[in-house]
């Protein structure tokens, strides 16, 4: 049932809008469409020579009060989308390994648009290392450094019981204008939150249609009244104040 204390405004629920990648369409498209709807949004960059090249534009996005969130250095995923055995995966690394690469990021970050709370987006929704006897997760490590991290579900994260570190998300490449206006609502019945996953937009690789993205933003905008929109940090850290507000724990902080 909707939590009317949590959120913001008497809204019934939340939504948040992820970007990966750092793509051309999230600084020619997106931001331009969010900024004019007075709505923000996550960034997940990989801060590499692409970044450093636009350093001034997403400091501006930053400036605009979105997100920009942590997707690792190296954007390593599993092997298993490749051929190759030696190549560079999760496969064949540590959560030390992944730990340093996720920090180097942070490093660049840090320095590129200010030291913030920031959220930490799991490249390709991947959050183990090793492989089968050997396979581990790495989300203790990002549960160390971030105020929460954003994966890959099925439905709308329950602000009571979710784990904030590894949230579920609804990928939605190709996705229609009503079809991403269904997802974000879902959120609404159950007081829950929604965080929808995008990469390119009107352009680049798994994209959605400009006009369907746009549909969305102007769905948003007239829902203000009961859905409110903001970047994944800072959904997450007002549910930290709600369950400390209210007394709720964590088994592990149970267990402390």
Known sequence: MPKPDLWPNGCLGAVSLSFDD??????????????EAGLAATFYVVPRPTFQEHVADWRAVAGA???????????????????????????????????????????????????????????????????GASRQSYVPVIARHFVAARAKGERPNNPL???????????V?????????????????????????????????????????????AHLNRARDRLWTAPVAEVARRIVAWREEHGVLTREQRRA
Do not use: K
């Open 161 to 171: 019981t979710c784990d904030l570190h590894h949230l579920w998300s609804f990928p």
């Open 65 to 131: 009060g979105h997100e920009i969130g942590n997707h690792s250095l190296t954007h390593t995923c599993s092997r298993g989308f490749g051929d190759r055995l030696d190549a560079r995966c999760l496969e064949r690394m540590t959560v030390e390994e992944v730990e340093n690469d996720v920090l180097a990021a942070e490093r660049i970050l840090r320095e590129a648009v200010g030291d913030r709370p920031r959220s930490f987006g799991y490249p390709c929704y991947q959050s183990d290392v090793g492989e």
């Open 173 to 217: 490449e190709r996705a229609s204008g009503a079809e991403l206006v269904g997802l974000a609502e879902r959120a609404v019945a159950s007081g829950a939150w929604s965080v929808l996953t995008f990469h390119g937009v009107h352009e680049g690789h798994l994209a959605v249609a400009g006009t369907d993205f746009d549909e969305l933003v």
């Open 22 to 35: 750092g793509m051309r369409s999230h600084l020619e498209v997106v931001a331009p469409v969010l900024n």
